[in-house]
């Protein structure tokens, strides 16, 4: 599996803050929304802690696309709203351990890294164990069959 930490700005060009939207998917799976219209500006960091899982072993590829929200707004209502494209990225996992997947294909929209951690996930599986026979009941204990429950018969 994937987990996703953080998204670090490293450049927002726009005056003021900028609105992120990250999306991600791990191998074949799908794309999943994992940051949608967060703010933070250069030097901030966007707490993802999200995980991904990955049917398989390494290795597999994680492939991500960051988009930088531009929009006017008059007299607070939205009056243009576009996602402009900063980048896509796709980053060959080969092995456990952090990462760093950087997205800067567009600077003029921005400029940020995603910190990442791939750890394989191991499924321990062994042959079936055939039950085992319960006990025999103690002498003088009996059981009948359509009482619903315990007896207790004296001992002689």
């Known amino acids: ?12 060009p726009e005056i003021g803050t900028c609105d992120w939207r990250l999306t991600c998917n791990v191998g074949n799976g799908p794309r999943v929304v994992l940051i949608d219209n967060v703010e933070a500006n250069t030097r901030e ?11 398989g072993r390494f290795p597999f590829e994680v492939n991500c696309t960051v988009e930088e929200h531009d929009g006017l707004r008059v007299f607070g209502v ?8 900063v ?4 980053t060959p996992i080969r092995g456990n351990g952090d990462r760093s997947i950087r997205i800067n294909a567009n600077t003029a929209e921005g400029d940020v ?7 394989e996930l191991f ?12 006990p025999p009941a103690p002498s003088g204990c009996q059981v009948p069959a359509a009482s619903g429950g315990p007896r207790m018969t ?3």
Not at 45 to 55: G, K, P, V, Y
């Open 78 to 85: 939205q009056v243009d709203s576009v996602w402009e494209h």
């Open 123 to 134: 499924v321990v599986t062994s042959p079936l164990a055939k039950p085992s026979a319960a």
């Open 87 to 90: 980048g896509t990225v796709a």
């Open 154 to 156: 004296s001992l002689k």
């Open 113 to 119: 890294t995603i910190a990442i951690r791939a750890e």
């Open 45 to 55: 960091s966007i707490q993802i802690d999200r995980t991904l899982t990955h049917e």
């Open 1 to 12: 599996h994937v987990h996703f930490r953080e998204l670090l700005v490293n450049d927002c």
